[in-house]
C-alpha cells in the first residue's frame, strides 16, 4: 500500500461501480426483506467496501454489527481482494438481534461474531491487540464515540483507517480529528508532527488514515 498514491478519484470510481454491481442490489433486497430499518444506506456501504479494498486489512472490527450490512460490504471487499484468512470481528450487544443474518453464506468464512458490550470485551481483553481497520456504528453518544475511537486508534499502526458511522449525530468525530492536527508557528499543518495521512467524509460516513 502506497500512502503517496492515495487517489481520490479511484476511491469515488470504485465506490460508484459498487453501486451498480448485482451484490448491492442483492443485499438492499435483502435489506429491505428483513425489514430492518438500519440507516447504513447503500452510499455508506458502498464507501465502506471501496475504503477495504484500498486498505487490505487482515483484521478488522467493527461495533454495532447488527444484520451485517455493513458486514456483508466489508466482507466482499475481503473476499475481491483474495485475502482468505482475513477476519471481520462483529460486535453485537442486542441480545435479539439476528445478528449478521443478511451476510451471504459464501462470506461468512471471515465472520467472527461477538455478542455483548464493546466496553465488557475492552476489560476482558477479547478484542485483538492489532487492528488495521475499525468501523464505530454502535452508541452514538458523544462520549462512548470518542471511547471507541481512542481504544482502536491505539491499535492501529501506519495507514490503518478507522472509519465512523453516522458522525453526524455528535461532535466527536470532527473532535477527534482536530486532536490529529498539529500546527507550525504560522498556524499551518505541520506534516511531520500531525497523525493523520488522509480524512474524509462522503454522506454518513466518515474515515481517516493514520500516519505513525
Known amino acids: 500500500m502506497n500512502l503517496n498514491k492515495f487517489n481520490w478519484n479511484e476511491l469515488w470510481r470504485q465506490q460508484s461501480a459498487m453501486q451498480q454491481d448485482p451484490f448491492s442490489l442483492e443485499m ?37 454489527g447488527f444484520l451485517g450490512m455493513s458486514s456483508a ?3 466482499k471487499a475481503l473476499a475481491d481482494e483474495h485475502l482468505s484468512t482475513a477476519k471481520l470481528h462483529s460486535i453485537e450487544w442486542m441480545e435479539d438481534c439476528p445478528h449478521g443474518s443478511l451476510i451471504p453464506d459464501e462470506l461468512k468464512s471471515g ?14 481483553g477479547a478484542l485483538p491487540k492489532r ?34 458511522h453516522d458522525v453526524h449525530l455528535s461532535s466527536a468525530f470532527t473532535e477527534f480529528i482536530t486532536k490529529t492536527y498539529k500546527h507550525d508557528k504560522i498556524g499551518q499543518t505541520d506534516p511531520d508532527a500531525t497523525t493523520h495521512h488522509y480524512w474524509g467524509r462522503w454522506g454518513n460516513l466518515g474515515f481517516i488514515v493514520k500516519k505513525v
Not at 111 to 124: H, N, S, T, Y
Not at 141 to 147: D, G, P, Y
Open 28 to 64: 438492499v433486497k435483502r435489506r429491505h426483506a428483513s425489514g430492518s430499518k438500519s440507516p447504513m444506506g447503500l452510499l455508506d456501504c458502498t464507501l465502506l467496501y471501496a475504503l477495504t479494498r484500498w486498505r487490505k486489512p487482515m483484521v478488522v472490527v467493527e461495533t454495532g
Open 111 to 124: 465472520f467472527v461474531p461477538m455478542r455483548g458490550k464493546v466496553e465488557d470485551f475492552i476489560a476482558k
Open 73 to 75: 460490504f466489508i466482507l
Open 131 to 164: 487492528v488495521d481497520m475499525f468501523l464505530h456504528d454502535s452508541s452514538h453518544r458523544r462520549a462512548h464515540m470518542l471511547m471507541e475511537y481512542e481504544y482502536f486508534w491505539d491499535r492501529m499502526s501506519d495507514g490503518d483507517v478507522l472509519v465512523s
